[in-house]
DNA sequence: TATCCGACAGGTC
DNA sequence: GACCTGTCGGATA
């Protein structure tokens, strides 16, 4: 919609609206669309009107409106600011209004409105964003970067045609050729060269069929090698001597047609290439060279901020720390500009360098303020130019064209912090010729020796950083398994752990009784479930800790398309008495240890275990179809076959999987007896799906599961039994203060994505649901991404619990039958309904309170009043059942 | 046989 | 396109 139709719309409401339709004829007005608005109006179920206060609106994301009759605006305001409705449903505007005035409030800018009623036109802009409308939209940091990468893209798929060799050699000299020309575009847009200096040469002297531009472009590259200045052709004697290494070797430059010499003129003249971020651009740029890569270009680089959030804690802030306090101590000063100047910074999985060039910078600024403060307090200064040298950095980089970017982009990033030192001091080194890089190393990372890349056996402090590879055990290739058993030194424990742990390992054997620490960006799975126990006992066998981390935070970086990964950050260094910081949605605290878990607490690893720890009776999961959806069908499908064949009747069962169980909505399943084989294969739609089954199972690259094809009639995993059960739901929604278990009649089976207990008392059902237990599901079940996950080798098995009197379970099993009988009030409610937070009904919130005090009962007299005291209690528990064991 | 996980996957607003 | 929440079957014991 137009602005001026907005604007429009706003004073016409302003005469023709009424109090009551008020809110609604906005909205309207600013083009939401009819049947949301009418949704939002109406009530009852399917109203988008989540609030409970009479005349009010709350509309998730979008607005919350209070008409009163209160004179003060503001204070109504403010109250509803802090509100719990407005964090849990986040309204982009918060609007009181008593028709004489109008408050609001932006709550994403933050900005107020406070007007008369009758103003309301002459500010329309204030409500824009609800039209998709931002007032100041900062410009998205990768947009030069973004175009940069996407011509270079293209030119780099030109020469891939006119230049069609594949081995090794073609493709390292490509990928040499591609980093010069870089630089070469970098060099003229940024004072390195004289402004287009390289772009003008090239369009006058070359012919435009692009026949003599490797010519052109072998001797070019030749003088920018060349240091004896006399021996430079004169058409070319404006380029400078720049060496450094990256016109060291002659590498033959790639045949141009007529089209790519145009493209790389338009490389050059068409961007700015001074506003390009050296560290995101890296990444960019190396996904143009891989094309499977494209799609995900740049999904791996690691955001600004979060390399903040590594290299801050890890020695930044030390840094920091040490400059406030001596800020009058000249002496004291120059000797932490030395120290910075010893600190070497080592990332191990560098890719195109970002964490190196992102390090880099900051220390360079944090010597210029160090610089500024010296110049300060010192009337005359005799300081000289930076002491921060590109060889203090070192990589390890698998791919070849991102560790010659990376290289790259650490020159260009030394040359853009030498023009800010210029600006604030008047001085700087000259950039060419290029001194040394720095140490980036192309090879595996996972085989390497970390020393002979990065000795940290002198006393010179190194800081091991970086963001790894993460892979999941499941989809690991042959040569990473083989790259995980040497890292756990052919322990079987490798075969179940993320890629990242091999890094995790290295590093803590690299850093083990040096002056080293490390800090990674890494795949949360690591801090939960079955790999807690895998990884970090070997982490504290090297006299290791973890004394900084960052709980789950969702990956994100500027890409257009990002990875589906929730990360964490570990610091981990040699046992010191320093303190420790665990930062969890941007709040800092200082503990007193970090366990694995990233929470405050000991170091206790709970270990996967098929035995049952405590009196309770076994769990299994639910049965595994790997039917390539043939098996498992809707209703209405059953239905469409039982219409036609009504004698398939006793092939059916009822099915449910947690979704099933939670929406209300099962499915059905062909469970087929041997015996009733025959009838099955007479039915042609049954046949049909049988036969589907084997094809599936044959195609498919597991072994296992080829196996099954020989009963293509049956679920691969049957562990079905005809009795009542428990459901226990696999993977659920974090924002349940309760998994929600079930209690189901004989004959539903339930699928391997939830967990079953068969001919099971209420009492156990009573234990399961309560607060103690999924205290302890929550802190230390695996994850998917944050949803809970209830795998019963690693939170039911596993759970600590002491003998129950008799009569105790019985109080449980009463308060458990209460809980579902309270579920029962409500027979047209699902249980996504009755367990979410913001509508669960009272009476059944009650009745879970009632058997969480019995359940509490079991393990101590006194009723826990928080999660983190049952924690507490239970891993004490814990730990004493499993010692018990041992002993 | 039985299992825990996924630089996710798939539906909804 | 952001938000919400759990499928499905591989690899390995």
């Not at 103003?119 to 030069?144: M, S, T, V, Y």
């Not at 709980?551 to 398309?561: C, D, G, L, P, Y």
């Not at 970090?594 to 009776?617: A, F, H, K, M, Q």
Request: with cysteine.
């Amino acid at each position: 919609m137009h602005i001026e139709q907005i604007e429009e719309n706003v004073r016409h409401l302003l005469l023709n609206s009424n109090q009551q339709s008020f809110i609604y004829d906005l909205l309207l007005a600013y083009g939401k669309p009819k049947t949301s608005v009418s949704r939002l109006q109406s009530t009852g179920p399917g109203s988008y009107n989540l609030s409970k206060v009479p005349g009010q609106v709350l509309w998730k994301k979008t607005v919350l409106y209070i008409p009163t009759a209160e004179s003060d605006l503001h204070a109504k305001l403010e109250e509803a600011l802090s509100s719990q409705a407005v964090s849990r449903n986040q309204p982009r505007f918060i609007i009181v209004t008593d028709f004489n005035d109008l408050a609001a409030i932006d709550t994403c800018t933050r900005e107020r409105l406070n007007v008369p009623f009758v103003e309301l036109p002459n500010n329309f802009a204030f409500f824009l964003p609800w039209d998709g409308r931002e007032k100041d939209l900062p410009i998205k940091e990768n947009q030069a970067d973004a175009r940069a990468a996407e011509k270079m893209a293209k030119l780099f798929d030109i020469l891939k045609v006119d230049n069609p060799a594949n081995d090794p050699e073609s493709n390292h000299a490509l990928n040499v050729f591609l980093s010069r020309v870089l630089f070469c575009f970098f060099a003229e847009d940024t004072g390195i060269f004289d402004k287009d200096l390289f772009t003008l040469k090239v369009k006058g002297h070359t012919l435009e069929d692009g026949s003599d531009l490797p010519s052109y472009l072998t001797t070019l590259f030749r003088v920018l090698n060349t240091e004896d200045r006399s021996k430079v052709p004169s058409y070319l004697v404006e380029f400078p001597y720049v060496n450094g290494g990256l016109f060291s070797d002659e590498h033959p430059v790639p045949k141009f047609s007529k089209h790519a010499r145009s493209i790389l003129i338009e490389c050059g003249a068409e961007l700015n290439w001074s506003e390009i971020n050296p560290d995101i651009f890296g990444s960019m740029i190396q996904a143009v060279v891989d094309v499977d890569k494209r799609g995900s270009m740049g999904m791996h680089y690691t955001s600004f901020e979060n390399i903040m959030k590594v290299i801050k804690p890890l020695f930044l802030d030390d840094l920091n720390a040490e400059f406030e306090r001596n800020k009058n101590n000249s002496k004291r000063l120059h000797e932490l500009v030395l120290r910075i100047s010893k600190i070497k910074i080592f990332d191990p999985a560098c890719g195109s360098g970002n964490f190196l060039i992102i390090a880099y910078k900051e220390l360079r600024k944090l010597e210029m303020e160090i610089f500024k403060r010296l110049d300060e307090i010192n009337k005359q200064s005799d300081l000289g130019m930076s002491g921060v040298r590109l060889s203090q950095f070192y990589g390890i980089e698998l791919d070849d064209f991102a560790h010659e970017v990376a290289l790259l982009s650490l020159w260009l990033a030394e040359h853009q912090m030498n023009l800010v030192f210029h600006e604030r001091f008047g001085r700087s080194e000259p950039t060419l010729p290029l001194k040394p890089s720095g140490n980036i190393v192309c090879d595996n990372a996972a085989s390497a020796d970390w020393r002979a890349v990065c000795d940290n056996t002198m006393p010179d402090p190194v800081f091991v950083l970086g963001n790894p590879p993460y892979l999941g055990a499941r989809n690991q290739t042959r040569e990473q398994k083989e790259d995980l058993r040497q890292a756990f030194n052919d322990h079987e424990d490798h075969k179940d752990s993320d890629y990242i742990s091999v890094w995790l390992l290295k590093a803590s054997r690299y850093i083990s009784g040096h002056n080293s620490s490390f800090g990674f960006v890494s795949t949360n799975s690591i801090c939960q479930g079955e790999q807690v126990s895998y990884i970090w006992p070997r982490v504290w066998n090297e006299g290791l800790e973890l004394h900084f981390a960052y709980q789950s935070f969702k990956w994100s970086n500027n890409a257009k398309r990002n990875a589906g990964v929730t990360c964490v950050i570990v610091g981990v260094r040699n046992i010191s008495n320093a303190p420790k910081t665990l930062y969890s949605d941007n709040i800092k605290t200082t503990v007193a240890n970090i366990s694995p878990y990233l929470t405050e607490g000991s170091n206790i690893c709970v270990e996967r275990t098929s035995t049952i720890i405590s009196d309770l009776p076994v769990m299994m999961i639910g049965s595994m179809a790997r039917d390539g959806k043939q098996l498992i069908m809707l209703e209405e499908t059953k239905d469409e076959i039982l219409a036609k064949y009504p004698q398939a009747q006793p092939l059916f069962k009822r099915l449910t999987g947690t979704n099933e169980f939670i929406s209300g909505v099962f499915r059905w399943c062909l469970w087929i007896e041997d015996s009733q084989l025959e009838l099955a294969r007479s039915i042609p739609p049954i046949a049909k799906r049988i036969d589907a089954v084997y094809e599936f199972r044959m195609a498919s690259s597991a072994k296992t599961t080829n196996q099954y094809a020989k009963i293509p009639h049956k679920f691969a995993q049957r562990l079905f039994k005809n009795q009542h059960s428990i459901v226990v739901p696999a993977t659920s929604s974090e924002r349940r203060e309760y998994i929600p278990v079930g209690y189901l009649e004989p004959g539903v089976v339930i699928t391997n994505s939830a967990n079953a207990i068969y001919d099971a008392s209420p009492f156990v059902f009573g234990i399961v649901s309560s607060k103690m237990h999924i205290a302890w599901v929550r802190s230390i079940g695996g994850q998917l991404e944050t949803r809970l996950r209830y795998a019963p080798e690693i939170v039911y098995n596993t759970f600590p619990m002491p003998k129950v009197k008799e009569e105790t379970k019985k109080a449980i099993a009463k308060a458990a039958m209460a809980v579902l009988a309270e579920r029962e009030q409500f027979p047209d409610k699902s249980i996504e309904f009755l367990y979410d937070p913001d509508t669960m009904p009272v009476s059944l919130k009650c009745a879970h309170d009632r058997l969480d005090r019995e359940v509490d009962k079991v393990f101590r007299a006194k009723a826990f009043e928080t999660d983190q005291e049952r924690l507490e209690f239970l891993f004490k528990l814990y730990e004493r059942i499993t010692e018990a064991e041992v002993a």
